[in-house]
């Protein structure tokens, strides 16, 4: 074997082509482990209690995974670049609530249509400060974002309100309301799949089309593999971190009023405080926290296990305070689990 | 033949440098330098460490503007060019960290660049997949590596580093480069793979591709062929067709000084036996069983692939050996951690000593007392530094490092003299036993020489020597004998002073299985 691999310089060039193996699978494709794990959840808590399987569960999974999927969806874009931001949720945080005082106080008739488009404008706003703040300070995202964390939130409570706004302008619960897939359950009961659900597949497809198809998608990667390097074959820095945290901040806009709509209730206070759980999805779906590598199914893998934990736990008698516990250990064992892999290279 | 070649294309010249000046602050980098490439050539730009080399590399390639001078890019003349312009002239640089983007995969790195280029840069357009693969299967084809999609799939991380030197390559020739120039393209190739690397730059001079060499090989220099220009101190020392040079003759042209390219080794090694392996087992290691005598210089060498990495990183403690017994000065010991190693009294000089041996951001000073710190300091943990930098000069001074200044970073030292640095910390403890991985690569002449008189120094001190190396002439001018290993076994011994490169090379191809019949 060994005379064959020093007398055949292709055969040591491409060690790829080795047999089909599980662990060559997992290296290539951890969000595998992400599947697995979240099939076996599934299984073990249908077996436990077959109230899991009913349409109406299902159905809160999808609906509670759409704002949590959104902002994976901009970590993620972000995290394949190399960088990381905490300001995700200040900004969805400062686009739900602006946009319902304005539309409250000032522009009451404004279509809902619109008002989304706003959110996601506005979020994109924000998300360029920090793009052109990591850019130009050079200082690395995390604190950037910690910085403009603080900053957005801090102006949104200053000097826009800090009201809870309990009712709504009509337009948005209405559409928080409005059905995609309606029927009635076996007990009588109404069931709705939203349809701001849709949202996230359509996002999540955008996504994907942006990183897999177009020329930035692969320079968000190249920057994240090694900017150094990355720049010096052209690729320009600036412009990669503008559209970056220009495309995260415009979902976290968009998550932020799907956010309000969906609770028919709009709280200055909620949202930050949960960054910490996406990115877990996020690194859950097989992205490295260092950068360069991740796919969106994975993210969106590694979100739907969260969402499953946080809401199953209940259904098979594990009480809510251990969700911390098991999803920690994931983290843990996923983690563990993907560095043996690669360190086994 | 390439004389002719030469005077035929004399008319169209593809890059002429004229008088080119370059100042850094107050450092003449460059004085004067005149230089026409002509298409369809090979060169092979030679000179020490600090001649000026890398600096004329990035004035073609456009990373820096020359102070003064013209240079003749088709005919037209600059006074200074930019990377876009360097590129679009078909200039491409493969540079000795290779610039590869890890996570992406082999077609990626060698074909997106053009698309890149194609769109003037901007980002928000589609890119098109099939002339990705297209671009890409014809530059690896012309690389001479392979095209089918599983390898076109590969991530770059996950290619041993000969073939990444190969992708490099294909990139530069991926956008019909007609100037390629190569950073120290051989410094971790293997000799096989030194073949297929010749091979592409003749498939590229038959396409009147130009390729400009930037070496410490001389070998290589010579089985290439083309012309040799020699730097020394910022000038051209000579120009002309490399085989009408000896190798004694460039050494010469390019330290100034005329170096003995004898054997090193005088001195014999005593009878008493200083270290005695007995069938060490580490990854890539099995049973291996040798020993060393006190004073003596033992050269082991092999393939990429062939344990002696391995083995060299076991001895020090920094892959720890599996099985075996090691006894050194008649005790037992185990090197469990490079600190135990050290414990024992063997020292450690690794192949990477950017990565794993030098603190580049701090002093000489500071590089050469690290591993007696402890010793210098009182009993209150206060380091005595007046003690450390006396005994931090006479190190230096030993090692005949070319500045007196102790407070220098290390990182800006040349590749030689930072080597100097990190054998003279070894000094500072008076190891029984010194491993050295790789000691001259990326090293130039004058270093070498240096390097090679230290360890011969050290042997005659009585101290024992393994030199880990896939430099022969090195092994067979310094050692006294010379393992060569295949598949983790010793597959030969040679008496160093008696085998020839061809004998051992023929060895490192020997698999353990055919020397066992």
Redesign the interface.
Known sequence: MSASRTEDLHGAAAPARAPFSLGELVRRRPESITFALLVAICVIVAIANPAFLQPSTLIDIGRASVVMGLFALGVFVILAAGGIDVSFTAIAAFAMYSMTVLVQSYLPGLPIVVIILMATLGGALLGIINGLLVHHLKVPSLIVTIGTQYLFRGFLLSFIGTVWIMSLPPQMGAFGRMPLVQFESANGALITLPFYFLVLPVAAFVTWWILNRTLMGRAIFAVGGNADIASRLGYSLRTVHVFLFGYAGALAGLAGIIHVCANRQANPFDLVGTEISVIAAVVLGGARITGGTGTVLGTLLGVLLIVVLNSVLVLVGIPSTWQRLVVGSFILLAAAFFVTRQRKK | MAAQAHSAKQSASLLELRNIQKWFGGVHALRGIDLTLQPGEAYHLLGENGCGKSTVIKIMSGAHAPTSGEIVLDGETFSSLT??QS?AAGIETVYQ?L??????TVA?NVA??E???N?G???????D?KRLKETAERALAAA???T?R??L???V????L??RQ?VAIARAIATRAKLVIMDEPTTSLTR??VD?LIRVVERLRSENVAVLFVTHKLDECYRIGGYAVVFRDGQCVAQGPIETYSKKELAELMTGRSIDAQRYRTGKPSDAELLKVDRLVAEGVREMSFSLKKGEILGITG?A?SGRNELAMALAGVAPATGGVVTLDGKTVSMRSPAEAIARGIGYVPEDRLAEGLFLDKSIFENEIALIVSRLANSLGVVDREEGRKIAARLSEEMRLNTKDLNLPVGALSGGNQQRVLIGRWLSIAPKLLVLHGPTVGVDVGSKDTIYRVIQALAEAGMGLVIVSDDLPELLQNADRILVM??GRVVAEMDAGRATEDELYKAM?T???ESAQ
Do not use: C, M, Y
């Open positions: 990377p876009i590129l960290d610039s590869l983007l890890p996570n992406l990626e997106l660049s698309q890149l280029v769109a840069g901007r980002l928000a357009l589609l890119f997949r001479g590596l392979p089918d599983a390898f799939n590969t991530i991380s996950d290619l041993p000969a073939s190969l096989r793979e297929n393939l692939d295949n598949n191809l698999t353990a299985t």
